[in-house]
């Protein structure tokens, strides 16, 4: 069973600061991995879509690797503003599912 | 961009009573989704379709039904809604590609369904 795991739980950091998220998974039989922001009483908007023969993928001030030997996957936020407070959350999709973390809640103060 | 509804945004009901979760998506979309969201946890899938007429259960089990009689519209309903089902439920769609789910999923804006 896949299970997914974000870590930190919570950041909180000073504006301008670059930052990085943590996401792991335990079985690398995927077809690609998404990262996704959640604001309080929203629903999900998809950040980045990485396919399983990629490496890494760029919008932005945003940047995701993925490494699916190891189960690995990062979201590189450069030079983060206050309006990038939220909920961080990863999900890799195998057979037909995706199978989401429990989220990374970011605070970025002025 | 997707545009994917759900309504209503916000839900308070008594125990016992029969609701249904509105979601409908304007993209065209075949494959349709509902997750459900318990504060601070993960999403749990509970419900998808790959088309019209076609309804599958998720991973969590779920007292909720869902159907799919247009490609636009895929509600949810509880018969007899009990304290337990209090939650988010979150509804999305995606392009069904028949080579494979290399698809993103988009996502409404979530229902958040207390019952009392």
């Known amino acids: 069973k896949q299970e997914v795991t974000q870590i930190p739980a919570a950041l909180s950091v000073p504006e301008g600061e670059n930052l990085v998220l943590n996401c792991s998974f335990t079985?690398?039989?995927?077809?690609?991995l998404q990262w996704f922001r959640q604001d309080p009483g929203k629903g999900l908007t998809s950040l980045l879509l990485?396919?399983?023969?990629?490496r890494e993928q760029t919008s932005g001030r945003l940047n995701a690797s993925l490494d699916k030997s190891s189960g690995r996957s990062t979201l590189y936020i450069a030079a983060s503003q206050p309006g990038d407070s939220a909920t961080y959350l990863c999900?890799?999709?195998?057979?037909?599912?995706?199978?989401f973390g429990t989220g990374t809640r970011l605070l970025v103060s002025p | 961009e997707a545009d994917i509804y759900q309504t209503p945004r916000y839900l308070v009901i008594g125990t016992g009573k029969k609701i249904t979760l509105e979601c409908s998506q304007t993209?065209?979309?075949?494959?349709m989704y509902w997750y459900q969201q318990d504060p601070g946890m993960e999403l749990h899938l509970i419900h998808y379709?790959?088309?019209?007429?076609?309804?599958e259960k998720g991973d969590l089990s779920s007292e909720s039904t869902v159907s799919r009689i247009r490609t636009e519209h895929f509600p949810l309903t509880l018969e007899s809604a009990r304290p337990s089902h209090t939650s988010q439920y979150l509804c999305?769609?995606?392009?069904?590609?028949?080579?494979?789910?290399?698809?993103?999923?988009?996502f409404g804006p979530g229902t958040r369904l207390t019952v009392l």
């Open positions: 999305a769609s995606s392009e069904y590609l028949l080579a494979g789910p290399t698809d993103t999923q988009y």
């Open positions: 079985d690398s039989a995927i077809y690609n």
């Open positions: 990485i396919q399983s023969s990629q």
């Open positions: 999900a890799v999709m195998g057979f037909q599912k995706l199978v």
């Open positions: 993209m065209g979309h075949d494959k």
């Open positions: 379709s790959y088309g019209v007429n076609s309804t």
